[in-house]
């Protein structure tokens, strides 16, 4: 694809020789002739005067790569995102041995599979469930009785979806994800924990995507649900009867408590816990590592243990990095004013 095609394609205004063959993608410090790059972040800016890429796909303020040819978005990621699909495409999934459905998968006589789908060996789709058309189930996938997987759906090896949860169009499941597992729930008698069945379901909306292994409980009643869009890395956690909402952003190892309610547009950073039974507002951003123990109202951007205004919870980070000079500063203030006081 030539430089040309490709800054229509993207929606960019090249500056440079549109001619040049571009046929890949790379970061900004390894990319080699052929390759488009891009530039988002300041820090490597510097990399500019060096690299060897074709072009650098950045905003109109980013001063122009002393070698290569310059791309000007005003969404440069995104840019590069579409970029990247177009000269390399999302995975291919190769068909099993022995035709779409592999004989070495187990498909119950009862169960529905659609048009286009693929299923490889020692998957498992059991009775009464339902497979959309264009899935693709790699070894050691798992769909239970009576669940549902709408269309175009991919489940990863050994990703798990159990008995009567509902999977919507176009989601991803990643190795080891599991949907559908009892919730945490027990009821502490005399001394004992006893079990209490989990008679509720998981429902996944649209275009969610799951990092690998990712655990949503199903309701204990009723439903655990995860909106349209939302993405999350991998080991993220989510209890029983919580509802995410749309397109939201869950960084690895989060863990979300049961029956807590978040709105969309999400984020929430790497490692940030919730206790149970809280509401997380539309558009809240969560720096990682923070623990929510109460409501957070919408557009609020939190960090710290317990959950506090980002700014202040900076400032304090800032004056806790010297907590030993400052209790010294102190203690030398209490004898000035006991010497003070002796004087008077």
Request: glycine content about 14%; some cysteine; proline content about 4%.
């Amino acid at each position: 694809m030539s430089l040309d095609e490709l800054a229509k394609h993207v929606g960019a205004t090249l500056e440079g020789d549109g001619s040049v063959e571009v046929t890949g993608c790379a970061s900004i410090e390894s990319a080699g002739p052929g390759d488009v790059t891009f530039l988002t972040n300041r820090k490597y800016t510097r990399f500019l005067e060096t690299t060897d890429a074709a072009a650098v796909i950045v905003d109109s303020k980013t001063p122009p790569p002393a070698r290569a040819a310059r791309l000007i978005s005003d969404d440069p990621y995104f840019a590069f995102r579409n970029a990247t699909v177009a000269l390399h495409g999302f995975r291919k999934h190769p068909e099993p041995v022995g035709g779409p459905v592999s004989p070495l998968a187990t498909v119950h006589p009862d169960a529905r599979v659609g048009a286009g789908t693929i299923i490889h060996p020692h998957a498992v789709v059991e009775a009464g469930a339902t497979v959309g058309r264009d899935c693709v189930l790699y070894p050691g996938a798992y769909v239970g009785a009576g669940a549902s997987l709408g269309n175009e759906c991919i489940l990863f090896a050994n990703a798990v979806v159990y008995d009567r949860c509902l999977i919507g169009n176009r989601v991803m499941l990643h190795s080891g994800v599991v949907v559908g597992q009892d919730g945490f729930g027990y009821a502490t008698h005399e001394g004992v924990h006893h079990k209490i069945p989990q008679t509720g379901i998981v429902v996944i909306e649209d275009d969610v995507e799951l990092g690998a292994g990712c655990a949503i409980e199903r309701g204990s009643v009723g439903e655990t649900r995860i909106g349209r869009g939302t993405k999350f890395a991998d080991l993220v956690s989510i209890g029983h009867g919580t509802r995410i909402g749309k397109h939201c952003l869950f960084v690895s190892l989060v863990g979300v408590s049961g029956s807590v309610e978040v709105g969309n547009y999400v984020v929430l950073g790497g490692q940030v816990g919730t206790i149970g039974h809280v509401k997380i507002g539309d558009g809240v951003q969560a720096a990682g590592r923070t623990g929510i123990t109460g409501d957070v109202p919408a557009g609020a951007r939190v960090w710290g243990m317990p959950a506090i205004d980002l700014g202040r919870a900076r400032r304090n980070v800032m004056v806790a990095t010297d907590l030993y000079g400052l209790a010294r500063r102190v203690r030398k203030l209490e004898r000035e004013l006991q010497r003070m006081k002796k004087k008077d």
